[in-house]
Nanobody, 123 residues
Framework: QVELAESGGGLVQAGGSLRLSCVGQ????????MTWFRQAPGLEREFVAS????????TYADSLKGRFTIFRDGAKNTVYLQMNNLKPEDTAVYYC????????????????WGQGTQVTVSS
């Protein structure tokens, strides 16, 4: 069982930055593919970014490329999401998730989830 805990959310003005963290609390997450999703009110949870456990290759939602960066620190057992130039439409609860194996955008294939952290971007 992989237990994950997100942190780093908060209220920020448009154009600002936040760094979200996702720490593995019970097991090392280094072998797992780690992915960030987000869910805005009234909308479905959507893919944000993913990083592999093997070669640390990354994948981003097309609309977020250039503003968001995912990276991981094995020593801290943590995956990060650096978010720059934030916009009001980035307001959502951000979740990290873990899975073994290949990349997928589909949240149903991720067995392990954190509780989420709220990000609110004011205009």
């Amino acid at each position: 069982q992989v237990e994950l805990a997100e942190s780093g959310g908060g209220l920020v003005q448009a154009g600002g930055s936040l760094r979200l963290s996702c720490v593995g609390q019970t097991r090392r997450v280094e072998p797992y593919r780690m992915t960030w999703f987000r869910q805005a009110p009234g909308l479905e949870r959507e893919f944000v970014a993913s990083i592999s456990g093997s070669d640390r290759s990354t994948t981003y939602a097309d609309s977020l490329k250039g503003r968001f960066t995912i990276f991981r620190d094995g020593a801290k057992n943590t995956v990060y999401l650096q978010m720059n130039n934030l916009k009001p439409e980035d307001t959502a609860v951000y979740y990290c998730a873990a899975k073994s194996g290949v990349m997928t955008f589909e949240r149903r294939f991720y067995p392990y989830w954190g509780q989420g952290t709220q990000v609110t971007v004011s205009s």
